[in-house]
């Protein structure tokens, strides 16, 4: 079982910048596609970010292209969302998920958040104006 716990969030004003951290335990996410979501008040989930299990691939949201940049270290089991020049519009909870690999399942990463399994609490942003 996976436990991931998001880090990093606050109350920020536009135009500025976050690092968001997921830390994993449990097992190893060295073979997980990682994806970043977020939720704000009164939406559904949305997609944000995500990376391969090797770190060589990602795929970002249209709204967030150029502006936000996910890493990981499988070393230590983390993965990171670098945010910069907030919009109010990015306020939301954002959470960091793993997408177990399994046969027919494929590599890529995926931005449907059904193929992610674990998911972490989330972390606040909160951007004003």
């Known amino acids: 079982q996976m436990v991931l716990v998001e880090s990093g969030g606050g109350l920020v004003q536009a135009g500025d910048s976050l690092q968001l951290s997921c830390a994993a335990s449990?097992?190893?996410?060295?073979?997980?596609?990682i994806g970043w979501f977020r939720q704000a008040p009164g939406k559904e989930r949305e997609f944000v970010a995500g990376?391969?299990?090797?770190?060589?691939?990602?795929r970002y949201a249209d709204s967030t292209k150029g502006r936000f940049s996910i890493s990981r270290d499988n070393a230590k089991n983390t993965a990171s969302l670098r945010v910069n020049s907030l919009r109010p519009e990015d306020t939301a909870v954002y959470y960091c998920?793993?997408?177990?690999?399994?046969?027919?399942?494929?590599?890529?990463?995926?931005?449907?958040?059904?193929?992610?399994?674990?998911w972490g609490q989330g972390t606040r942003v909160t951007v004003s104006s």
């Open positions: 990376i391969s299990w090797t770190g060589s691939a990602t």
């Open positions: 998920a793993a997408s177990v690999f399994r046969y027919g399942r494929g590599r890529a990463v995926s931005g449907d958040a059904k193929l992610y399994d674990y």
């Open positions: 449990g097992r190893t996410i060295n073979n997980d596609n």
